[in-house]
């Protein structure tokens, strides 16, 4: 397995000392913390006393924050991470076991209605991180289990650490996968594979996810995955914000529609979008061979 380098700049590296905070920019979350510097924001799952378990709180503030970023203009980029040993152990298993109070009718079919709609909702909060009109980069350390899948699934580009693991668990906890693993994975490493993982629920690792596809890159640590997604993401937020937008929008519109719809659908765009500032300052800025300073 070959190693991606750390950033050679280790300016690119450093967390900024003047990261602005969810406090002056967000809504206070319990579950995550949220920073935002040099047009990146940065959503961090933060409850590494319990290995980043997602309960109900989580599920909730992960749609708040990616809400938060996409409405955040000088947001260019986000990258998703996780507080502690490890990216996260998936779904907080005390939250299934008192799902069955929150879904309680007195009416049978009421009850699986119910159950339904929170399943959906769940499966929203993922979704989430497609809706956001900005990339997002998963930086995965340590393990990622069950929905942490559905998670990084979500997410425009996934990078891990050398001794990151990963393992589809629904299969045996007697369930089938609900939220986006089974509808995203095979798009992404083949249909055999993820079959092959959502059967068996085998753990592995770092090595076969970059092998498969799950993963662009492999970083020997911790630190150096850290400042490698940054940098990744502070070329990003570098370009035209208003381009890498339609990219997003385009390449994701792509996945579910024919070649002539995805066409017919870049033309419209196009023809709303292209003659814009952005279009203009890049290429006054290539004449006059300097960087490009585009607007939020």
Not at 180 to 185: A, F, P, S, V
Not at 260 to 279: E, K, R
């Given at each position: 397995?070959?190693?991606?380098?750390?950033?050679?700049?280790?300016?690119?590296?450093?967390?900024?000392?003047?990261?602005?905070?969810?406090?002056?920019?967000?809504?206070?979350?319990?579950?995550?913390?949220?920073?935002?510097?040099?047009?990146?924001?940065?959503?961090?799952?933060?409850?590494?006393?319990?290995?980043?378990?997602?309960n109900l709180t989580m599920w909730h503030?992960?749609?708040?924050?990616?809400?938060?970023?996409?409405?955040?203009?000088?947001?260019?980029?986000?990258?998703?991470?996780?507080?502690?040993?490890?990216?996260?152990?998936?779904?907080?298993?005390?939250?299934?076991?008192?799902?069955?109070?929150?879904?309680?009718?007195?009416?049978?079919?009421?009850?699986?209605?119910?159950?339904?709609?929170?399943?959906?909702?769940?499966?929203?909060?993922?979704?989430?991180?497609?809706?956001?009109?900005?990339?997002?980069?998963?930086?995965?350390?340590?393990?990622?289990?069950?929905?942490?899948?559905?998670?990084?699934?979500?997410?425009?580009?996934?990078?891990?650490?050398?001794?990151?693991?990963?393992?589809?668990?629904?299969?045996?906890?007697?369930?089938?996968?609900?939220?986006?693993?089974?509808?995203?994975?095979?798009?992404?490493?083949?249909?055999?594979?993820?079959?092959?993982?959502?059967?068996?629920?085998?753990?592995?690792?770092?090595?076969?996810?970059?092998?498969?596809?799950?993963?662009?890159?492999?970083?020997?640590?911790?630190?150096?995955?850290?400042?490698?997604?940054?940098?990744?993401?502070?070329?990003?937020?570098?370009?035209?914000?208003?381009?890498?937008?339609?990219?997003?929008?385009?390449?994701?519109?792509?996945?579910?529609?024919?070649?002539?719809?995805?066409?017919?659908?870049?033309?419209?765009?196009?023809?709303?979008?292209?003659?814009?500032?952005?279009?203009?300052?890049?290429?006054?800025?290539?004449?006059?061979?300097?960087?490009?300073?585009?607007?939020?």
């Amino acid at each position: 397995m070959a190693l991606a380098a750390a950033p050679k700049s280790p300016a690119a590296a450093a967390a900024p000392a003047a990261d602005k905070t969810q406090q002056d920019n967000a809504t206070r979350f319990d579950t995550l913390t949220v920073s935002l510097s040099g047009h990146v924001a940065t959503v961090r799952l933060n409850r590494p006393d319990k290995a980043n378990a997602m309960n109900l709180t989580m599920w909730h503030e992960i749609r708040q924050a990616f809400k938060w970023v996409d409405a955040n203009a000088e947001a260019r980029v986000a990258i998703l991470e996780g507080e502690g040993k490890l990216f996260t152990s998936g779904i907080d298993l005390q939250m299934m076991m008192g799902m069955g109070d929150q879904i309680q009718n007195d009416c049978e079919a009421r009850t699986r209605e119910n159950l339904r709609q929170v399943i959906l909702d769940l499966q929203d909060t993922l979704s989430s991180l497609e809706r956001c009109r900005k990339p997002v980069l998963a930086a995965i350390h340590g393990a990622c289990i069950g929905g942490g899948i559905d998670l990084i699934c979500c997410a425009d580009m996934r990078y891990c650490t050398a001794d990151a693991t990963f393992s589809i668990k629904e299969i045996d906890l007697g369930m089938t996968a609900d939220v986006g693993t089974l509808q995203r994975l095979p798009r992404l490493i083949g249909e055999g594979m993820a079959r092959e993982l959502a059967y068996t629920a085998r753990k592995f690792g770092a090595d076969e996810a970059l092998q498969m596809r799950l993963v662009n890159r492999v970083y020997a640590t911790r630190e150096a995955l850290q400042a490698g997604v940054r940098e990744m993401a502070l070329g990003i937020a570098a370009k035209s914000p208003l381009a890498v937008r339609g990219v997003k929008e385009m390449i994701t519109y792509a996945r579910d529609h024919t070649v002539a719809d995805g066409l017919n659908y870049v033309a419209t765009w196009n023809a709303a979008m292209l003659l814009s500032n952005d279009l203009q300052e890049a290429m006054m800025a290539s004449m006059g061979k300097r960087a490009p300073e585009f607007k939020d």
